[in-house]
């Protein structure tokens, strides 16, 4: 017998997002690594404690912005397009598929609101965590991009006889 998909919408849904993300993820990782608390500490005086509406909570900013970092999103509509979509970076930015992703045009307030040397100075924060964690060590790393002409010429190759005849390129 034929089956047939029936489409009813649910009135209540208890879906856990993690469950759907991979225990290799990169986001699984990273989050294990992450503890934004000091966050609140140092964007607490941007904001007023009695006036207006209540803000996009700072954590979920840098963990967008994180989204952004590790996976080129270059565009702050595209970032929030993508966590819209996207299960791991819901799960990772801990908003649930009920809520509403922010709008783009608030994480560039909150990015010009905070400056670049609080944002700075959020980073370094997070690579000493990361640092006390034993994650690197800190010390530099220096590679060799020295640029070494070849001793090659295209009139020099040779073209070779497959080993396989039913060996095919794609």
Known sequence: MQGKQTHQRELFSTIDLESFIPKDHL????????????????????????NGRTSIDPVLFFRMQLISYLFGIESDRQLCRDVHLNLAYRW???????????HHSSL????????ESRYQQIFKLMLLQWQKQGRFTGKQIVVDATLVK?????????KRENADPNARVF
């Open 150 to 158: 070849a001793n090659a010429s295209m009139d020099s190759l040779v």
């Open 108 to 115: 560039t307030r909150i990015r010009d609101r905070m400056g």
């Open 92 to 102: 990772f930015c801990r908003i649930p598929l009920y809520q509403s992703v922010p």
């Open 27 to 50: 986001l699984r990782k990273v989050d294990k690594l992450l503890d934004l608390e000091f966050l609140y500490g140092l964007t607490e005086e941007l904001y007023c404690v009695d």
